[in-house]
């Protein structure tokens, strides 16, 4: 029996800007965390204090979205069960100089083999999109609120998570965090997004969406699966101890064929999501 429950969390911009890791919003601007020439670390702190005054005008008008799910779940060899759902996944092929395994996000959860059911998260987070539109005229504040936007989206997902950790799942009642800390990943678990390194092929928005029914935050897909508002993330969450974030890096065509046919969809279109694993 399913007694998985969407739940739909709804932030203050406020409330979600403490989260934000500043570096990515850096990065995005070409600014370097350790730059040391002087123009340069004076023109990154006029953006930041920009960047503050604007996140000041956001607020009055505009939210942060986010859905998650805590799916009963097992591993079932390379593939994940959600909730009943097939979720497959994929493995590394390439060997470790140091000799260490091929993982894969399955293994850090509880074959379907033992019997014992487990639990795995599920979420999207986005921004309201009207909130890209905004600017259009303007090249410098319309780049400004769209990377702004990015970093909201990702911020909420780390005030969700913790909020999922402590509460909603609670195995980690006891983590007492400061956010520096958090945004270090000092906490127990990963949070791998769809289209980072460990789950690079996008086409499995349409298995999370299935799920979660993103639309509920106003997210839509693609025909290729990508997702609309622009500043929106999405993914797993794995609680395992010994839980790690991993690149699948390169496979070969017996896995892209094995995948394929696990994903009930062609090898040409499968091709098309993995090109870069190719």
């Known amino acids: 029996m399913n007694n998985s429950v969407d739940k739909v969390l709804t932030y203050t911009i406020h409330e979600v800007a403490p989260y934000i890791n500043w570096i990515y919003f850096f990065h995005a601007w070409g600014f370097q965390p350790k730059e040391k020439e002087r123009a340069k670390a004076a023109e990154a ?8 005054q604007m996140l000041n005008q ?11 799910r805590l799916c009963e779940a097992n591993a079932d060899g390379d593939n994940l069960i959600l909730d009943g759902k097939l979720f497959p996944l994929l493995r590394q092929q390439i060997p470790h100089p ?9 293994d850090f959860v509880r074959p379907l083999s033992s019997g014992i059911p487990d639990t795995v998260g599920i979420f999207a987070a986005s921004c309201d999109g009207e909130v890209e539109l905004l ?19 990702e911020a909420a997902t780390e005030k969700m998570h913790e909020y999922v950790r ?15 800390d958090l945004l270090r990943e000092k906490f127990q678990g990963i949070r791998p997004a769809v289209g980072y ?3 690079p092929d996008q086409s499995v928005n349409f298995l999370l969406n299935d799920l979660l029914h993103m639309e ?22 794995l609680a395992h101890p010994a839980a790690r974030y991993f690149a699948v890096g390169k496979i070969g065509n017996d896995q892209l064929e094995d995948y394929a046919r696990r994903r009930k969809m062609s090898v040409k279109e499968i091709r098309k999501f993995l090109a870069a694993n190719l």
């Open 45 to 52: 702190m006029q953006l930041f204090k920009e960047a503050n």
């Open 58 to 68: 956001l607020d009055k008008n505009y939210h942060v979205h986010i859905i998650f």
């Open 98 to 106: 140091d000799g260490s395994p091929f993982l894969c996000l399955s």
């Open 135 to 153: 600017y259009e005229n303007d090249t410098y504040k319309r780049m400004l609120v769209q990377t702004l936007a990015d970093r909201l989206a």
């Open 166 to 180: 402590k509460v909603a799942w609670g195995y980690a009642k006891d983590e007492n965090l400061s956010i520096p």
């Open 197 to 199: 390194p460990s789950l």
């Open 216 to 237: 509920q935050i106003g997210i839509t897909l693609t025909e290729n699966g990508a997702m609309r508002p622009h500043a929106t993330v999405c993914g797993l969450i």
